[in-house]
């Protein structure tokens, strides 16, 4: 059973950034996925940004260029660098891995596993 452990979250001012973290342990497939999610009160969950197994990335529209995803195989923790934050960008965040695949990584309903999320908030 693949587990995630987000960190990280809090409050910032506009403009301001954060670093997101996830512990991703027990991924055993070779083409896989993990990703990040956000979901603000009242509003669709939306994939921000996802890394696949070959280091590919994939971003929103809505992140590209303030947001960077990375990984660190060492220590098995995804990074989600968050950089001139808007009021917008309030949310609680999520981690997730898919472990069949690495395609759709973005679109929530491919995703296997999920973390219990992160809340980050941007004040005006």
């Known amino acids: 059973q693949v587990e995630l452990v987000e960190s990280g979250g809090g409050s910032v001012q506009t403009g301001g950034s954060l670093r997101l973290s996830c512990r991703v342990t027990?991924?055993?497939?070779?083409?896989?996925?993990v990703s990040w999610f956000r979901q603000a009160p009242g509003k669709e969950r939306e994939g921000v940004a996802s890394?696949?197994?070959?280091?590919?990335?994939d971003y929103a529209d809505s992140v590209k260029g303030r947001f960077t995803i990375t990984k660190d195989n060492a220590e098995s923790i995804l990074y989600l660098q968050m950089s001139r934050l808007k009021p917008d960008d309030t949310a609680m965040y999520y981690c997730?891995?898919?472990?069949?695949?690495?395609?759709?990584?973005?679109?929530?309903?491919?995703?296997?596993?999920w973390g219990k999320g992160t809340l980050v908030s941007i004040s005006s």
């Open positions: 997730a891995a898919r472990d069949d695949g690495y395609h759709w990584c973005l679109r929530g309903n491919m995703m296997d596993y």
């Open positions: 890394m696949d197994s070959d280091g590919g990335t």
């Open positions: 027990r991924i055993m497939t070779s083409r896989y996925c």
